[in-house]
Each structure stands twice: as structure tokens, then as C-alpha cells.
């Protein structure tokens, strides 16, 4: 279960202080950080993180060994910006190393003491009295500072990295900020190593573009400075199923130590409907050849005969312990009343009582925090409460197949839902990998009690109209509905294995059933208000390659009675959950005719 820590952040207009005097490297030396020159200039001074009370902070980064820049050098010194409440801090400042998270500060490896008076708004450089050599081992870097009252003097910013954000409160538990929408510590460490790496360039895989037949594809190639030097210009090579083309050559704003930038490739034209396998290998970086390792990206571009329409899938993450998760409520809810049933809805709730374990994958995968959410997958967190704004974008993309749904209830009892799927593409492919996943999603879910109570830190806040009623009411919040629960669901991740064949066709549809269980579920309450959701997923990246809903229909009439010789024109049997069985079973069988047909029928 993920939770925010949350931080009150305090929006304070101050003039800059004068920055301490910047340490300047050497040729042997290098600022390194997850911190880059980007992130420190897209800092909003104006902002800082901290709490409304005298307070005690240590953050810190951790620094691995195995980075080829870390290994075998000295730390000489740190820079670490503060932002608008530096005058709040009361006492000296501390600076230290430790190849643990400290429990006691004045205990780590490393402690070195920074006089108040020297500290800055903006970035501050401290020089380590005695440089601290790294000798192959993991490290913990950081600061530490008290203030005598409320106060907001923590940077961070840009785009959330592993192991950038360590933050402690008050000499309590350490916390990973990491994937928590904070971004990254504003902390850097001045490295002396010597023979740095100088002209390198990361690529980063482009994934899939999928055109119409005929037409030219583009991807967007984003590279990372691997290097110590500010990289001015690229070369690169592109190959299409193996045949590489001639080396071309681009020139860029300068990109410092740790930054990225995206340029365009043209990946050329999709003369058939089918995947061609594209890789793009940086070869040089200012002229020189590259050394980085990871210089080549990988993707594809894929030709379709058709567009079919999509069904954009948001996935909502949320919980009724999360204050600002009403801001995703009222976001799904403008969705829907903006796009009805041309998207699927899905509330993931992680961490109380409307929790499912079949979910519980996909949020330590895609959830990026309380509230976030997920179109299609596609690896961009959005803030939900602005869903309509960010849907009207998918309505229009490419995708490579169009999904059909049925779905019915299995018996009169109402224990089991069955999904019939019709999926069609529009490419050939032999070693394509997909699968299906079933969701069932529940409107007006509702509960007595503090378990169902939601928490609401807009209550008594200045808002907006469309929220209105947060502000008005208290915290918790009784008796609410809740609507788009992901109630039931299975395979969630990758997709049922099989249930989509490897061998694709052009214009060819596969047909699929499933039969979900719901005779254990404690959580569904109204099975009149539940929707059927199919999601058709690419298992190499994970995304959804198309969806589709529908209501659930009563008990199928069409079950045939069958007679004393139940295998006349029947070519396979499966059970309820989609087993292949060898002969009938007892009760309900779905069954596949000579000429495609399936049906179900009872043996007695």
C-alpha cells in the first residue's frame, strides 16, 4: 500500500538571498547528482516543502557504488539549494555521509557542521574539510537543519528518479520519497575521480508507433548526457529489421551531466501492414565516439490496414484514507459526465475497505501516488481531478486492434459473470504477445462506519465551484456513494495466458471466453449495478491495446439440452472458467461447434 507523507507546502513570495560563492571543479572533478542543471534551473523559489511547527528535517540521496562515477572517487564537497523560509532556521546546519540511514546524525561517518550564518537561499555550496573517499561502498548523503517555527525551506523538484528523495521528520522513521510526486532532493556532490567518462549518451527505447498503412511514422528519441561534458551535437544510425541506414547528425542546445533531450527521427514509411523492428544507435556525442554502453534504443513501427475505434481505460487510484483524493472523485465524475460510456472508468482503491488483492499488482506498478491515475497504461501519471482535459488526446490514437464484449450471468443464482470476447487485428504478426483481463466495476458502493468515511482536506478550503461541496463539508465524510469501484477482477497485469494466439492476421478476429467467480466476494453489494469490462493487453510493454464494457445479461436462454450422445457436431468442451476438458462434465459445459459455433450446454 502506498501513502503519501503529506507536507504542508507554503507559497511564499521572498526576494533571493545572496548564494554562497560556487565551487568551480576541476579537470579531474564533476558536480553528480540525481539534481541536474535543469532541475536547478526550473527551481520556484517561492515554494518550499516543510511543516507548519518547529521542526527537525534530514534528507539525504543515496549514492550506489556500482555508478561508474561514484566508484573509486572522493566526495569534496555538497551543494544543496534551500528555498524561502532560510531565516527560520534555527541553529547550525549539518552535512554528512553514512553508509546507513542514520538513526543519530552526530553517529554517521561523515558529520561536518555548517555555520547558520553562512546559509543561503538558493544553492549552497559546502567543502568538506576532509574529502571522503567512496572505497566501494553505498552511501547515504545528506543534511540536516532544525527550524524554531513554522517554516518551508526544503527544495525539490522535476521528474521523481529512484533513491533521489530520503526524508526524515523529527529523528523519526526514514521515509522513500521516490515515486511519490515530490521529484528529486535539490542535493548534488562534487566528485574527484579523474578520468571521467566525457562524450556519452544514453538512449532510451521509443517504444511503438503505429501509422496507417501507406504512411510515414516519427518517434520522439530521448537520450541522456552519461557524460561529463555538455553534449552540443549527436550522431546516430538507423536500422530497420537489421539494415542499418547512414549515419546522420544532429545538433542540440547544450545538455549538461544528467539531463536529457528529446529530438525527432523519422522512422520512414509502413509500406505493409505489419511490424518492423527499428533500432536507433547514438554512434557519436560532439564527434567523438560514443562509449556509453546503453547507446542504441529500441522500438517499432507498426502498420495497420484500419484504425478501429478506441476505448480509452482510465485507472483511478484511490483511497479513503487520502485527504486530496476527493479532487479524483470529482475528476471521474466530470469524465463521465463528459464522455459517458466512450471511456472505461475504473476507481482502483488501495488501502481500505473497497480493496481488491487483484488490483494490488497494478497499483505497485503504475500508481505513482494518492490520488494519480493511468490512461491506457501508457506510463504518464495524470492528476485525475483534470481527466477530461488529458482524454480528449486518446480519443484520436492509433491502436492496433478493436475488442468486443458480451457478458452474462452463468446461472440464476448469480455467482458467476461469463465474458465473451471478440478481438480483431489489423497487422500480421507470428510472435505477438497479448492477453485479456476481466474487471468487474460497481456504481453506488456505499457503507456505514469510519471504514467507509472519506478523509477531506478541502474541508473549509477556498475551491472551485465543481468542489464546493468538499470545502462545505467536514472530514471524514459519512454516507458517500462510490461510484466505478473495481469490485472483482482477474489477470489484471498481463492478461489471462492464451487468451489471445500468438499468430495474428490481418482483419482475422479471435474469439475468447471467460468466466469469472464472484461467489466469494463480500464487497459487491448491488449486481444490477455492475458493469463488465474487458481490457486487451500488450504483454511486452504493458499498456491496454484496446477495451470494452457492457452490462451483464441475464442467464443465457440458448443453453441446449443436449441428448444421449452429447458429442454430435461438438469439436471441444471447456468448463465454466475456460478450462479444455477431455470429455463432459456434469452441469454446465460451453462447447464449440463444427463451423465455429459456441454455445453452452447442461449435461446431466
Not at 258 to 265: A, F, H, L, W, Y
Not at 332 to 345: C, E, K, S, T
Not at 364 to 391: D, V
Not at 446 to 456: C, L, P, V
Request: hydrophobic fraction near 40%.
Amino acid at each position: 500500500m502506498k501513502r503519501h507523507l503529506f507536507l504542508l507546502a507554503a507559497a511564499l513570495f521572498a526576494a533571493l538571498l545572496p548564494a554562497r560563492a560556487a565551487i568551480e571543479p576541476t579537470d579531474t572533478q564533476m558536480w553528480w547528482g540525481y539534481y541536474t542543471d535543469s532541475d536547478a534551473a526550473a527551481i520556484d523559489y517561492s515554494r518550499g516543502l516543510g511543516f507548519g511547527s518547529a521542526s527537525t528535517f534530514d534528507v539525504a540521496i543515496f549514492v550506489p557504488m556500482t555508478d561508474r562515477f561514484v566508484s573509486g572517487s572522493t566526495i569534496n564537497a555538497l551543494r544543496f539549494w534551500l528555498g524561502p523560509d532560510v531565516s527560520m532556521i534555527s541553529g547550525n546546519a549539518t552535512v554528512w555521509i553514512s553508509t546507513q540511514q542514520p538513526t543519530d546524525i552526530t553517529a554517521a561517518d561523515y558529520v561536518q557542521t555548517v555555520d547558520r550564518s553562512t546559509l543561503a537561499q538558493g544553492p549552497n555550496d559546502i567543502a568538506l574539510s576532509t574529502p571522503f573517499a567512496v572505497n566501494g561502498r553505498d552511501l547515504y548523503v545528506g543534511f540536516s537543519f532544525s527550524t524554531r517555527t513554522s517554516a518551508y525551506p526544503l527544495l525539490c523538484n522535476g521528474t521523481d528518479v529512484p533513491n533521489a528523495f530520503y526524508f526524515r521528520h523529527n529523528g523519526g522513521e526514514w521515509y522513500d520519497f521516490s515515486g511519490q510526486n515530490y521529484g528529486k532532493l535539490a542535493l548534488q556532490l562534487l566528485l574527484d575521480g579523474g578520468d571521467y567518462p566525457k562524450d556519452c549518451a544514453a538512449a532510451i527505447d521509443f517504444g511503438r508507433h503505429i501509422v496507417l498503412q501507406g504512411n510515414r511514422g516519427y518517434a520522439s528519441l530521448s537520450f541522456k548526457n552519461a557524460g561529463s561534458n555538455p553534449i552540443t551535437s549527436i550522431s546516430y544510425t538507423l536500422s530497420t529489421d537489421g539494415a542499418a541506414a547512414a549515419e546522420q547528425t544532429v545538433t542540440v542546445e547544450p545538455v549538461g551531466f544528467g539531463d536529457s533531450k528529446t529530438i525527432t527521427v523519422d522512422l520512414g514509411v509502413a509500406d505493409e501492414a505489419r511490424k518492423y523492428i527499428k533500432e536507433i544507435t547514438i554512434t557519436k556525442v560532439n564527434g567523438n565516439d560514443n562509449t556509453e554502453q546503453q547507446r542504441t534504443a529500441h522500438g517499432d513501427l507498426l502498420g495497420i490496414s484500419s484504425k478501429p475505434e478506441l476505448l480509452p481505460v482510465v485507472e483511478e487510484f484511490t483511497g479513503t484514507w487520502c485527504g486530496y483524493c476527493p479532487y479524483g472523485t470529482e475528476g471521474m465524475r466530470a469524465a463521465h459526465a463528459a464522455y459517458g460510456d466512450r471511456v472505461v472508468l475504473i476507481a482502483v482503491h488501495n488501502g481500505d475497505v473497497m480493496q481488491i488483492s487483484a488490483y494490488d499488482a497494478v497499483v505497485n506498478r503504475y500508481a505513482s501516488g494518492f490520488p494519480s491515475s493511468q490512461i491506457c497504461r501508457s506510463g504518464t501519471s495524470y492528476y485525475p481531478y483534470y481527466l477530461k482535459n488529458y482524454l480528449t488526446s486518446f480519443f484520436d490514437r492509433a491502436t492496433q486492434a478493436s475488442l468486443e464484449l458480451e457478458a452474462a450471468w452463468t446461472d440464476e443464482a448469480q455467482t458467476a459473470v461469463e465474458f465473451r470476447t471478440t478481438s480483431r487485428f489489423y497487422y500480421d504478426g507470428d510472435y505477438e504477445q497479448y492477453g485479456l483481463a476481466f474487471v468487474l466495476v460497481e456504481d453506488g458502493l456505499k457503507g456505514s462506519g469510519s471504514r467507509w468515511a472519506q478523509t477531506n482536506y478541502l474541508s473549509g478550503q477556498s475551491v472551485g465551484d465543481d468542489m464546493s461541496f468538499w470545502s462545505k463539508a467536514g472530514s471524514p465524510v459519512m454516507n458517500l456513494e462510490y461510484d466505478h469501484v473495481a469490485v472483482a477482477a482477474w489477470s489484471t497485469v498481463n492478461g489471462v495466458s492464451g487468451s489471445v494466439e500468438s499468430s495474428v492476421r490481418d482483419g482475422e478476429s479471435q474469439s475468447y471466453t471467460f468466466v469469472g467467480d464472484i461467489s466469494a466476494s463480500t464487497l459487491i453489494q448491488d449486481k444490477s449495478k455492475l458493469t463488465a469490462v474487458a481490457l486487451l493487453i500488450d504483454r511486452t510493454d504493458g499498456t491496454i491495446v484496446n477495451a470494452a464494457q457492457a452490462a451483464i445479461a441475464d442467464v443465457s436462454t440458448a443453453i441446449d439440452a443436449i441428448a444421449s450422445d452429447p458429442t454430435t457436431a461438438v469439436t471441444d468442451y471447456y468448463s465454466l472458467d475456460g478450462k479444455r476438458l477431455s470429455a463432459p462434465a456434469r452441469g454446465i459445459n460451453i462447447v464449440r461447434y463444427h463451423g465455429g459455433r459456441s454455445g453452452k450446454v447442461v449435461v446431466k
